[in-house]
């Protein structure tokens, strides 16, 4: 084998050994704080409806309406970009809460997220109507958000 071949041939070997070695190396910083962002924006919000349905704070349909809107579309966001393989464990510490159900489980986080779009879109079409609605539409939002942490998310214990 002439010698340009033999260089490229070791250029190629050493691009692909130490290429796979630095992805699995990979800074995932910007997806976690990303995500994180993502549930503090949710947990704000809900936090501020949660607590018009309890009789905390005073029914406000505008606010209501705005942060119900900003749940939703949190939770909207695609999520397969915040949460890739890989993000889940690794020389991470305590960066992530995230169980690595989220990864080994795919279909069972999507169907997570999902039902907690829907319950998002429920709350969003009724929490600029009144305190009663706001009421009805917080257990199934946060029916979705427990569900989703139990299984998917480190319990804070």
């Known amino acids: 084998m002439p010698v340009f071949k033999k260089t490229i041939l070791a250029s190629s070997i050493f691009t692909l ?7 699995a190396q990979m800074d995932y910083s910007a997806q976690i704080a990303a ?18 349905a309890r009789g905390n704070t005073g029914y406000d349909a ?10 939703f579309a949190a939770a ?10 890989g993000s889940d464990n690794f020389d991470l510490g305590d960066a992530t809460a995230a169980l690595p159900a989220v990864w080994d489980d795919p279909d ?8 907690l779009r ?5 709350m969003a079409e009724v929490a600029g109507t009144g305190l ?9 939002l946060g029916g979705a958000c427990g569900g989703c942490h139990r299984n998917f998310r480190q319990s804070d214990d």
């Open 17 to 23: 050994a130490f290429g796979a070695a630095a992805m």
């Open 35 to 52: 995500r994180q962002g993502q549930m503090d924006i949710m947990a704000l919000n809900v936090g501020i409806l949660g607590n018009m």
């Open 62 to 71: 505008d606010l209501a309406q705005a942060a119900a809107d900003n749940i």
């Open 76 to 85: 909207s966001v695609g999520h397969q970009i915040a949460w890739p393989a």
């Open 108 to 115: 069972g986080f999507d169907q997570a997220w999902g039902d």
């Open 118 to 122: 829907t319950a998002a879109a429920g």
């Open 132 to 140: 009663d609605a706001v009421q009805g539409a917080i257990r199934p």
